[in-house]
């Protein structure tokens, strides 16, 4: 018997989690060899490993307890890879050299799969004086664009698109510019942006105080605190970004303030981290912990919480030893100071179990005590571990006891860690957990809200046809088990439904108990006016929230799916959209209609000949598979290699324009070439034009530099009607929704952020 309870979990375990050989043979035959995996990986810097084995295959069991993803995947595999999800890096000095050491740094990192945050409040802003060369600056947003075609190319080489955070200070003298730095649809893309708000900021909003723009002691502009606080705002609501960062706020309740001071996140928000910091995730599925769901009495077994979260703690402790870094100066920090972030999953299904209407304020006090319970289980347990193993290298009792959150914490926990240290300087934290909840059985995402009860979900078979299944929300199946057709009652309530301010209660109220901070969207409707809009942030700002990120929807962003209140409905798409994705590629027909092309590069004598062959797909063109030929032998082993890549692309389905964009980002250290008056930076970049040309051509793509994955502005693909929701790029699919300040596919778990 099965251990998934839904097709999508096993879909989301085969493709992301389950250790294979490179050739694709399974070597975990089933789930639990995959918690087998990790349970022996994670055991194996204990003394006593079978026991701890035994225990931590028992938090896993069932999907009780969830490592991050990268955890899952990685441990116990041998492969070079960090089990740490994100890191921030390295001040960035304000030289050219310093700032590429820094670059490098970023690369080599995101090679290993970790996402990464900076801040680039550091950087000298555009104009000022460059005194060694007698010239001006170009700012940070200038070098914020090479990181970002970093980020392709690392893309592009090999590796996953990585996800990157950019911070800057509200005073900095380029904050205008960053703020509106994503009104450009094709810009920056691989970035989010948060902006560091601090308190005197804030106070000078309340006050229309004046505001000064300042940089190395320098004002470099003043203007009223209120207009860039607008600014802010107005471009959140027209773009969901920049994301704000209650940054004073952070660094008082950080427990280590005494030895760090924080100016940037990982790229979801939910871990702010100093110079070199690293971010550890793992979450407690509270919708397995109730007990009589939706029954009189229904509750969570609170012992079983308390021993699950004392297991779950050894186990991220235990990464810290058992993890790679890509740099020494990564592995130094999180040795020194073996913080994680455990935090939950499950959260809003938990409460639909004992009769709670997330967003009411019996939710929000339930919220609170349950992450009470958590965030004390966790400090006892770090301080067992302290006993036995030791405290953190870099603790002070004194100092570590007066940080803010620890004002709040049990006097009993306080009094044992004065006596005897505690292992792990930071230890909880709420992160999007949009993937490994559809690992879960579909549980609802980190603290969110359910998104949608059910939806259907088309899979694109070899043979043309195609099959539908529901997705269904963990609870909603629970609920058909037990009452079979019995209504939903009215405390099931979604994304869409609550307002913003009840979004704001409950991360407020769970923000109370996480001592680094917590990844959530608050969802905002179309219509929203912009004072009401604004009220949110304050709410935020006044509830003790460490952050906010709202997502309206717009133009350049698109949309959520829309969904119904009532069970049998289903999210409402396109008539006519027929969403691919391949469960295996398709057959090729015997007959395909195609184009030649002929491509002339200047430096090389014989010409380039590129064909590209056209499927028929409910009555429209697309591409299928591509052939590239030349007389010139030196081109001959990338050119059948290539062909081979994208035709497999092709024949996946789904919005393959992102092909185009990855081959016209490539570019020839050697150089480039002039060809029919453009510059063209490489023989790749040119097919990539060809590939371009014809698939505007059939009708594919609206027009050049129109239709690819990063332009928001252009997201259709062949005979799909217009549509908000953005076109997954893994598989296609039109399920893109904001998850957590990232964008998620619901059916097939694909994450911006990882």
């Not at 999907?63 to 890879?81: S, W």
């Not at 900076?118 to 802003?125: K, N, Q």
């Not at 910091?277 to 007990?291: P, Q, R, Y």
């Not at 027929?578 to 090389?604: A, C, F, H, Q």
Request: proline fraction near 4%.
């Amino acid at each position: 018997m099965s251990r998934f309870d839904a097709a999508i979990a096993e879909q989301i375990w085969d493709m992301k989690y389950r250790l294979k050989d490179a050739d694709g043979t399974a070597i975990d035959k089933t789930v639990e060899d995959t918690w087998a995996r990790i349970a022996k990986d994670l055991a194996s810097v204990e003394k006593d490993k079978e026991h701890w084995e035994k225990e931590f295959y028992a938090a896993l069991e069932d999907f009780k307890f969830l490592p991050a993803g990268r955890i899952t995947a990685g441990a116990g595999t041998n492969r070079k890879v960090t089990l740490f999800n994100c890191f921030v890096m390295g001040t960035i000095p304000d030289d050219m050299e310093g700032i590429f050491n820094m670059l490098k740094e970023a690369a080599l990192t995101m090679q290993q799969g970790g996402g990464i945050g900076y801040d680039f409040s550091t950087i000298r802003p555009n104009g000022a004086l460059v005194e060694g060369v007698a010239a001006d600056a170009s700012g940070p947003l200038s070098f914020m664009d090479v990181w970002d075609s970093m980020c392709r190319t690392i893309m592009s080489a090999g590796s996953r698109r990585g996800a990157m955070m950019a911070t800057m200070r509200c005073d900095h003298p380029d904050i205008e510019q960053f703020i509106s730095a994503k009104s450009d649809p094709v810009r920056l893309r691989m970035f989010n942006l948060s902006v560091l708000v601090t308190d005197p900021f804030m106070e000078a909003v309340k006050n229309d105080n004046d505001w000064n723009l300042v940089f190395n002691g320098k004002v470099y502009k003043t203007l009223k605190a209120q207009k860039l606080w607008d600014q802010i705002m107005q471009s959140t609501y027209d773009y969901a970004e920049p994301g704000v960062i209650f940054i004073d706020r952070i660094n008082k309740l950080n427990n280590l303030n005494y030895c760090e001071t924080i100016s940037a996140t990982n790229p979801c928000g939910e871990q702010p981290l100093p110079p070199y910091g690293a971010c550890l995730l793992g979450s407690i599925n509270f919708a397995k912990l109730v007990e009589k769901p939706f029954e009189k009495g229904a509750k969570i077994n609170e012992a079983e919480l308390e021993s699950l979260v004392a297991t779950a703690v050894r186990m991220m402790d235990n990464v810290v030893d058992a993890s790679k870094f890509p740099l020494a100066e990564q592995a130094e920090e999180a040795k020194n100071k073996r913080r994680i972030g455990l935090g939950v999953t499950g959260l809003a299904d938990a409460l639909l179990m004992v009769g709670l209407r997330y967003g009411s304020d019996e939710a929000a006090v339930q919220t609170e005590r349950w992450l009470h319970i958590l965030a004390r289980s966790a400090y006892a347990a770090s301080v067992e571990l302290a006993k036995e193993k030791g405290a953190f290298p870099l603790f002070d009792a004194e100092a570590f006891l007066k940080s803010g959150s620890m004002q709040i914490m049990d006097k009993e926990i306080c009094s044992d860690i004065k006596k005897y240290g505690i292992r792990n300087a930071l230890l909880t934290s709420i992160a999007p957990t949009g993937t490994i909840s559809l690992y879960a059985g579909n549980v609802s995402s980190g603290i969110e809200p359910v998104f949608a009860y059910s939806y259907t979900r088309k899979v694109l078979q070899k043979d043309g046809s195609k099959t539908e299944e529901e997705v269904v929300d963990y609870a909603v199946r629970m609920w058909r088990g037990l009452k079979g057709d019995t209504p939903l009652p009215d405390y099931f309530v979604n994304a869409q439904t609550l307002s913003p301010l009840e979004h704001v209660k409950m991360q407020s109220a769970a923000q109370k108990w996480i001592d680094s901070s917590i990844s959530k969207t608050i969802n905002c409707p179309e219509d929203i006016d912009f004072e009401s809009f604004k009220s949110v942030y304050m709410e935020a700002y006044e509830t003790g929230c460490k952050g906010c990120t709202t997502y309206r929807p717009n133009d350049v962003t698109g949309s959520v799916l829309t969904v119904s209140n009532s069970e049998g409905e289903k999210p409402r798409k396109e008539d006519g959209a027929d969403v691919i994705y391949m469960s295996e590629p398709l057959d090729r027909p015997n007959e395909l209609e195609g184009s030649t092309y002929k491509l002339k590069w200047p430096d090389s004598e014989h010409a380039i000949y590129v064909t590209i062959n056209d499927a028929l797909v409910n009555g429209s063109r697309r591409p299928f598979e591509v052939f590239i030929n030349s007389k010139n032998m030196e081109h001959f082993a990338w050119t059948v290699a290539l062909t081979r890549m994208i035709s497999a692309v092709f024949r996946r389905g789904g919005d393959v324009s992102f092909v185009v964009e990855e081959l016209k980002a490539v570019f020839d250290p050697r150089g480039g070439a002039w060809v029919n008056g453009k510059y063209i930076p490489s023989i790749l970049a040119a097919i990539g034009g060809v590939l371009e040309t014809h698939m505007v051509k059939i009708g594919f793509l609206e027009g050049e530099g129109l239709g690819l994955k990063e332009d928001p502005k252009s997201n259709q693909v062949i005979n799909f009607s217009e549509n908000k929701a953005k076109a997954c790029s893994s598989c296609g699919q039109f399920e893109m929704q904001m998850v957590e300040g990232c964008m998620t596919c619901r059916s097939c778990g694909y994450s911006k952020c990882g």
